[in-house]
């Protein structure tokens, strides 16, 4: 009886040690696909900046289409894919508003082709922006002015400044036609000037400034922080698509 005991009881140690060994093979093979994707990931924000190949491969095959189709209303951008780049990076960032702003500066652009204004004047604008404005040959006054739509083709974001690229379509009439056209705008916003970091990140609480985006909370006084930077995106940059 001893015997049968000691038997039964090696067969079930036996068993219980199987067991305990696949758990730990699987155990194992978990953590090498957990390590594999970790590092499938890093490679890939450190490459890409986070971009999925998948999203990558969209955004060639959009740019391959608005190349075959040059029609000047046909518009595709990238806005899924840098979108939620940009709002991690600027939280208080708003898309309606900045289509608004696009919508704005390609109005008084092409007013100021046109001969009817002299520069700039509710956009926010680089300096030199008003000498890469094209003169019309012949002045005249815009009108049926019709922003169609805008949307983000490219975003880059380093330590000195960060950079929207957006892609718009407008229609208009001047001189007794109509013409409707796609412009390329960049919106940038300068981080560091000259190596000195800008306030740009007020606290809504206790109004400390902060010089890096890295912060997601205010150091002083441990509230969420706010951009101040509705006056900070200038337009350095407008060309026909």
């Not at 092409?110 to 404005?133: A, C, H, P, Q, T």
């Not at 019709?146 to 083709?153: E, G, P, S, W």
Request: glycine letters at 8%; charged letters at 20%.
């Amino acid at each position: 009886m001893t015997v049968m005991w000691a038997i039964s009881g090696f067969k079930l140690g036996f068993v219980i040690f199987g067991i305990l060994a696949v758990l730990f093979v699987l155990f194992v093979i978990v953590n090498i696909i957990k390590a594999i994707r970790n590092w499938h990931t890093k490679i890939t924000d450190d490459l890409l900046g986070g971009i999925r190949l998948s999203d990558l491969k969209n955004a060639m095959q959009e740019g391959s289409r608005e190349a075959e189709n040059p029609s000047p209303r046909t518009l595709f951008g990238a806005t899924s894919i840098y979108l939620p780049r940009i709002l991690k990076d600027f939280p208080d960032f708003h898309m309606p508003e900045a289509k608004n702003a696009v919508g704005l500066l390609l109005t008084e652009y092409l007013k100021i082709r046109y001969g009817e204004l002299e520069d700039f004047k509710d956009s926010n604008v680089e300096n030199d922006l008003i000498s890469m404005v094209p003169k019309a040959q012949t002045a005249g006054n815009v009108t049926d002015v019709n922003f169609h739509d805008c949307a983000v083709r490219n975003y880059l974001k380093t330590q000195e400044y960060a950079t929207i690229t957006y892609i718009a379509t407008i229609g208009y009439t001047a001189l007794g036609k109509k013409f409707e056209e796609r412009y390329q705008v960049d919106s940038t916003l300068k981080l560091s000037e000259e190596g000195i970091p800008k306030k740009l990140l007020i606290c809504s609480q206790c109004g400390g400034a902060i010089d890096t985006t890295a912060h997601k909370f205010c150091p002083y006084c441990g509230s969420g922080i706010v951009w101040d930077t509705k006056l900070s995106w200038r337009f350095t940059a407008v060309k026909e698509s």
